[in-house]
């Protein structure tokens, strides 16, 4: 092998810096500010060094440059592991090895280190638009490694033969992706800090944390119903269960014991359907009330809520199935049951003594107690709005008696209140209500803003029901959405306000090819390529038989384009091809032509040598040389040509 | 389209110079071609009686001059006398003011001479003190030099050379044409008695209708796969040039006209190739060099037809 | 102290152990290169790369990109990044894309034997290879090199021919076959490399080197009357050539100077049988001298004697050359001298 190691030529060193820029500018929002400006600084040098041809740094600059870059970033992270730290450490590498450019190799190693920033941007996001910046990235990467190989065509032509290798490149790409034996992460530890800024319902409910929730248009997840979609009133996405209460907030039960399977019976039809959760980095899975079935490697908590083994770090999908109506918990155990009927000592004294009314009245009957209940929310003519006013310490007799303006958990928190108080268990569920059919592909898209909190009474001989207190003051939150329960003139999230129809739709239609994109490329997992498999009719596929079906098709696709690459466009004139065919013939009799041999020359020897074809050799010839000598066209002489060659069998 | 008047010619010319078909055609190719031809050959062989019939078969004026070693430029150009009548210098023109001049010996006269005459051919004008004449149409130079290496002699370097268009040989004649040659009648009677064929208008003509000869694309392309090769084997010291080609086309339209062709064969080009390379391509290979048809063959095999 | 020694032991053996790598690696490429030839050189013109003698391998550059996909790959599947799968498998498809180009880029070239001018013996060899290329697009960036000599690159236009001049120092008079050459190509991406080998027929002839201290020229013959230094003879009128300072002015030929108006000063040149001759003659040199200091010596004298123009002849033995002069004469003389004694003429 030839060992050339040629410096870096001055386009090289500009495709160089380009291909940094692509791979670097889509980072800066993830890099601290210091970095973005130090990696621009040394941009700046390496436009510099290229424009004056400055002589490069010395190598102990270098050094030291190492060394403070990733310094910086152990001061800034505390550590140089992890998802942003690493990327700022490749962003030090890549702004110092532009600095450095000696030779060919180093191009080499920047295009190998702009390929590691696009996996880091990925880390990030993976939106479509992420995609496509990365398509372009890899896109100029490329066009840097072909200038460093050669660096004569101009941007343009370099541009366009990447752009036609990668596109090459691109059956290969769908193959693997489809075919590759997919495995299922992760293969080693993850970075504390992927998910720290996912937003989503958490293990505590305090008065407001659902309001701030309601002001993101961020998705939950998304449903696909195998049937009809049910009424919006029946779309309560059960979330977390949260039984104590510490007078302030709620939270999640501190132990649960787990169901392995569905602990109950539901009555009527089963609901069908399918979630595609994005990652929130909990362990709950959201389900329509209430689940009939789990998903796989998820239990259901002894409060009827499916949690999965594993924090949901990415998004899941999974098949469900949900009983409209259920009798849940008739046999619940004392201990959950006691547990529901907590109350702080003290606080709230005007509710309590109400609700102490309705036990003195109706004793154990907890029907009439709920009944009584709901009587009161209806009274006292409570306005749901998503900015009520700050409460005290007795923020439920507050909420009820003064202020009367509250959001869902003031509304689940004082129901729940007052049925405690009257002796009956209950418990407050988070989860989301309703969502909004996309009509553009029937999928069901449950915002952040969706995310709402119900009550849950036990009642002897039903089990747990179902009460949704803001569904007796504002019952067009539950049958149509929030913007048509808060009143108006509130600041609604920008996509929940259904004012611009033409922007409605339009959000339908990137929601869906976002969906298409979430449901086909990112959620492409083990999982969906043995169904896409089976559906194929490769049943129980194991990696054996994958990797031969891949290499057969890998094969064929590269055998397709060898052919295309390999493709000879050397265009044949037709009489010499016809004369190719005839001297074929001949030479099968012995009588063969040399390529330097003319027509005419040639037809002469082979004419002695086979008399008897004398006349007709030579009337080949001299067509021939006429055709492809002569001026002018010559159709009629060209078919001439041909009918004698066809007619002549020496 | 076979042209009688030019095979009346041929045989007119075959008649008198015997068993050497070959060489004649290629002479009056090159004079079709508007070229001049360098005949290198031992002396009696027939050159001089060659040019004489040419120019009595196609009616043209004909001028031998024999080249010798005290020869001036003004020998073969021209001289202004001072006309004493008149007063005035008067230019008497040399030798090559004619249409068909034999330069006998070229390599006998010093460079000088010889360049006198070369550009001349080149130009086909002369300019003597000042002045530019125009040299007849047709004109037609027929150059002879010794093979033999003498001392005292220039032999003509290689740049001037290229101006020939041809350089053929006529050898010795083959047993039965020398004695024909030897039991038939003079010679020069028989020239003398022959008669134009053509006019001197219609010559011009002929070298027009040579120009027009069809070379298709194909061909062009065998020519410069010629000229390529030469350029590039190690079998050659220096390639053709483009000036070379130009003669190897143009030589080989007349070859196709002689054959009653418009558009030229490969046949023609390998017909008068070894003429074209013989004063222009030098093996490398020293033993080759004095077997012209050899080294021609070996270029033709060597190249295929595109 | 001791130390110190172990570690330069250690250098040593890893040295030594480097060394035996080198040699191990050059047999076995030695023993590839014999089979990937097959046929045996030299082989006849034109050598055409067809697609059994162009071999494919990653690149060091193609190596590291394939680790770092390896990487990409394994970060992808710990993090479940869809688009960390497409990236790699994209690139993989790149790199292999990137074999069908490079490997095209190379086959189907012929090779043909272009010129070889002769040289001195301690000068450069020059061996050109006319490069053909018979498709409609260009061939970029083809390198050429003899085994672990400086490369030489080239690009073919469309249906088009490049000369490639490769150099090897000529240490011997004689034929000088020309070594065999590795063609390679690592266009467009740098990954992959293609290459083949190939053995042109096609010899430099190397002269003896000219000695740099020679002997003045062998003049022979009767110096004693009438002749000139530079071996033309003063009897026989021969012609005429233009007058030169060092002429002597009793051949000036004036009768033809007063031919001609404004001319340049005629030297009358004769020859005869005084004419001295100049002969480099294999005998006049002493016996005492080797062969080869003999034949440098007589280069030396050939190139004197063509630079002073003059006209001389050899004797070698079995050789015999005619007094002559001019390029042909040289170069006939030296061809003898570097073959002599090598049976082939």
Redesign the interface.
């Known amino acids: 092998m030839a060992r050339i190691n040629r410096p870096v030529s001055r386009r090289q060193a500009w495709w160089l810096l380009a291909t940094a820029l692509a791979a670097g500018l889509p980072l800066t929002p993830q890099l601290p500010l210091w970095l973005s400006l130090a990696a621009a600084a040394a941009f700046c040098w390496r436009a510099a060094l290229t424009l004056r041809q400055w002589r490069l740094p010395p190598r102990w600059l270098m050094f030291v440059l190492v060394i403070a870059g990733t310094a910086g970033v152990f001061l800034q992270y505390r550590t140089i592991f992890g998802r942003t730290p690493g990327i700022s450490l490749l962003v030090v590498f890549l702004a110092l090895k532009l600095l450095e450019l000696r030779a060919a190799r180093d191009a080499m190693a920047t295009a190998l280190l702009c390929y590691f920033l696009v996996l880091g941007q990925f880390l990030f996001t993976q939106t479509i638009p992420t995609a496509l910046l990365a398509c372009l990235t890899v896109l100029i990467t490329t066009a840097n490694l072909l200038a460093a190989s050669d660096d004569r065509p101009n941007p343009l032509q370099q541009l366009r033969r990447a752009g036609l290798m990668l596109a090459q490149a691109l059956p290969f790409m769908l193959l693997l992706f489809v075919l590759f034996p997919r495995i299922q992460g992760p293969l080693w530890g993850i970075p504390q800090d992927r998910f720290a800024a996912v937003s989503g319902l958490s293990d505590t409910m305090s008065p407001g944390s659902i309001a701030q929730l309601s002001q993101s248009d961020a998705i939950a997840f998304r449903v696909q119903f195998k049937g009809t979609v049910p009424q919006q009133s029946q779309l309560y996405w059960r979330g977390p269960v949260m039984p104590a209460f510490d007078g302030r907030s709620w939270r999640v039960a501190q132990t649960l014991g787990a169901y392995p399977e569905v602990p109950y019976r539901g009555l009527g039809t089963l609901v069908d359907y399918e979630v595609t959760l994005e990652p929130h980095g909990k362990f709950w899975l959201f389900a329509l009330e209430l689940p009939a079935t789990l998903p796989p490697d998820s239990a259901l908590t002894s409060d009827y809520q499916p949690i999965a083994r594993e924090a949901v770090r990415n998004r899941l999908r999974y098949n469900q199935r949900a009983w409209p109506e259920a009798i849940a918990g008739v046999d619940e155990a004392p201990g959950a049951l006691r547990d529901a009927l907590a109350l702080p000592k003290q606080g709230n004294p005007r509710i309590r003594a109400i609700s102490a009314g309705w036990q003195a009245r109706h004793g154990n009957d907890g029907a009439a107690i709920l009944a009584a209940a709901e009587a009161l929310f209806s009274q006292q003519l409570l306005i749901y709005t998503l900015n009520p006013p700050l409460l005290g310490a007795d923020m439920v007799d507050e909420f009820l008696f003064d202020s009367r303006r509250g959001f869902c958990e003031h509304f689940a928190t004082a129901f729940v209140f007052a049925l405690r108080a009257a002796g009956v268990p209950a418990r407050v569920v988070a989860g989301y209500q309703g969502g909004e059919v996309n009509p553009v592909d029937g999928y069901l898209v449950v915002r952040q803003y969706d995310a709402h909190a119900w009550a849950e009474a036990w009642i002897a001989g039903r089990g747990w029901v179902r009460i949704d207190p803001t569904a007796i003051s504002a019952p067009s939150r539950i049958n149509n959405n929030l913007a048509n329960a808060v009143p108006s003139g509130e600041e609604l999230p920008f996509l929940a306000r259904g004012d611009l129809a033409w922007l409605r739709e339009l959000r339908y239609r990137l929601d869906a090819v976002t969906n298409g994109w979430n449901q086909w490329v990112l959620g492409y997992n083990p999982q969906r390529q043995r169904d896409l498999l089976a559906s194929l009719g490769l049943n129980e596929p194991d990696w054996r038989s994958m990797t031969a079906v891949l290499s057969v098709l890998c094969g064929m696709v590269m055998l397709g384009l060898t052919a295309w690459i390999l493709r000879n466009r050397l265009r044949v004139?037709p009489s010499?091809a016809a004369w190719r065919r005839f001297t074929a013939r001949l030479a099968k009799r012995g009588v063969a032509w040399?390529?330097?041999?003319?027509?005419?020359?040639f037809a002469e020897r082979a004419a002695k040598q086979m008399p008897v074809h004398a006349e007709a050799i030579a009337e080949i010839a001299s067509l021939y040389?006429?055709l492809?000598?002569?001026?002018g066209p010559r159709a009629s002489e060209f078919e001439q040509l041909k009918a004698k060659i066809a007619a002549f069998k020496p | 389209m076979r042209l009688p008047e030019l095979d009346a010619i041929l045989a007119d010319i075959n008649r008198i110079i015997l068993g050497k078909e070959r060489p004649i055609r290629l002479s009056l190719a090159c004079l079709l071609a508007r070229g001049h031809l360098l005949i290198e050959d031992l002396p009696g062989v027939g050159k001089t009686t060659l040019a004489h019939v040419l120019a009595r078969v196609l009616g043209l004026d004909f001028q031998r001059i024999q080249f010798t070693?005290?020869m001036?430029?003004?020998d073969i150009l021209g001289v202004s006398i001072f006309d004493r009548d008149s007063g005035s210098f008067h230019f008497h023109p040399g030798p090559i003011f004619t249409q068909v001049v034999l330069a006998d010996e070229i390599n006998?006269a010093?460079?000088?001479a010889q360049s006198a005459l070369l550009e001349a051919m080149e130009e086909r004008q002369v300019t003597a003190e000042g002045k530019t004449r125009a040299l007849p149409e047709p004109f037609f130079v027929i150059a002879t030099q010794n093979p033999t290496?003498q001392?005292?002699?220039?032999?003509l370097p290689e740049s001037q050379l290229d101006r020939f268009l041809l350089k053929i040989e006529l050898g010795y004649p083959d047993p039965a044409a020398e004695r024909e040659l030897l039991a038939g009648a003079d010679r020069r009677q028989m020239v003398a008695s022959l008669s134009p064929r053509i006019a001197p208008q219609r010559l011009i003509e002929l070298q027009d209708s040579v120009r027009a000869v069809?070379a298709?694309p194909?061909?062009i392309d065998y020519v410069q796969a010629l000229a390529?090769h030469t350029r590039?084997?190690?079998r050659?010291?220096a390639g053709l040039s483009p000036r070379a080609c130009l003669a190897l086309l143009a030589v080989a339209r007349a070859w196709a006209l002689l054959d009653g062709?418009?558009?030229?064969?490969?046949?023609d080009v390998?017909a008068v190739l070894p003429g074209v390379i013989a004063h222009r391509l030098?093996p490398t290979d020293?033993t080759l060099?004095t077997n012209v048809e050899s080294v021609a063959a070996a270029l033709?095999?060597?190249?295929?037809?595109p | 102290m001791s130390r110190i020694s172990d570690w330069a032991m250690l250098g040593a053996t890893s040295s030594q152990a480097l060394n035996m790598l080198a040699s191990l690696r050059r047999r076995l490429r030695e023993i590839f290169v014999r089979w990937a030839l097959r046929v045996r050189p030299p082989e006849a013109a034109p050598i055409i790369l067809t697609q059994r003698r162009v071999y494919v391998l990653p690149t060091r550059a193609g190596l590291a990109y394939g680790m770092a996909l390896l990487i990409i790959l394994l970060g992808a599947m710990n993090y479940n990044l869809s688009l960390g799968h497409a990236l790699v498998f994209l690139l993989a498809g790149l790199g292999i894309v990137a074999i069908l180009h490079t490997f095209r880029n190379l086959v189907l070239v012929s090779i043909?034997?272009?010129?070889?001018e002769p040289v001195f013996a301690g000068g450069e060899a020059q061996f050109?290879l006319?490069l053909e290329n018979q498709r409609p697009d260009p061939r970029t960036s083809l390198r050429l090199f003899f085994e672990d000599d400086v490369p030489v690159e080239v690009d073919i236009g469309r249906r088009a021919?490049t000369?490639a001049t490769l150099t090897v120092p000529a240490a011997r008079r004689g034929w000088l076959a020309m070594p065999r050459v590795t063609i390679e190509t690592t266009w467009p991406l740098g990954l992959i490399r293609a290459w083949s080998y190939a053995v042109p027929d096609?010899n430099c002839l190397v002269y003896p080197e000219p000695a740099a201290k020679a002997p003045p020229l062998p003049w022979s013959g009767d110096s004693a009357r009438g002749s000139t230094r530079d071996g033309r003879g003063v009897d026989d009128?021969?012609?005429?050539?233009?007058h030169q300072v060092a002429d002597p002015p009793r051949h000036v030929?004036w009768k033809?100077v007063a031919?001609?108006q404004d001319?340049p000063l005629?030297t009358k040149?004769f020859?005869g049988a005084s004419?001295q001759q100049l002969w480099l003659d294999w005998n006049s040199l002493p016996e005492a001298l080797d062969v080869e200091r003999r034949l440098s010596i007589l280069a030396r004298w050939m190139l004197d004697a063509d630079a002073a123009g003059l006209?001389w002849g050899l004797h070698l033995p079995g050789v015999r050359l005619p007094p002559?002069s001019?390029p042909?004469q040289l170069?006939?003389g030296l061809?003898a001298l570097a073959l002599h004694d090598h049976g082939t003429h």
């Open positions: 004139d010499l040399q390529t330097w041999e003319g027509p005419l020359a040389a006429r492809r000598y002569a001026p | 070693s005290d001036l430029p003004a006998r010093t460079p000088k290496h001392i005292g002699t220039f032999p069809h298709s194909a061909l390529a590039t084997a190690p050659w010291q062709r418009d558009h030229v064969l490969p046949e390998q030098r020293d060099r033709i095999e060597a190249v295929p037809l | 043909r034997p272009g010129r070889c050109d006319v021919a000369v096609l009128f021969s012609g005429l050539r233009n030929a033809a031919r001609q001319g005629l040149l020859s004419a006209a002559d001019g042909a170069s006939s061809r």
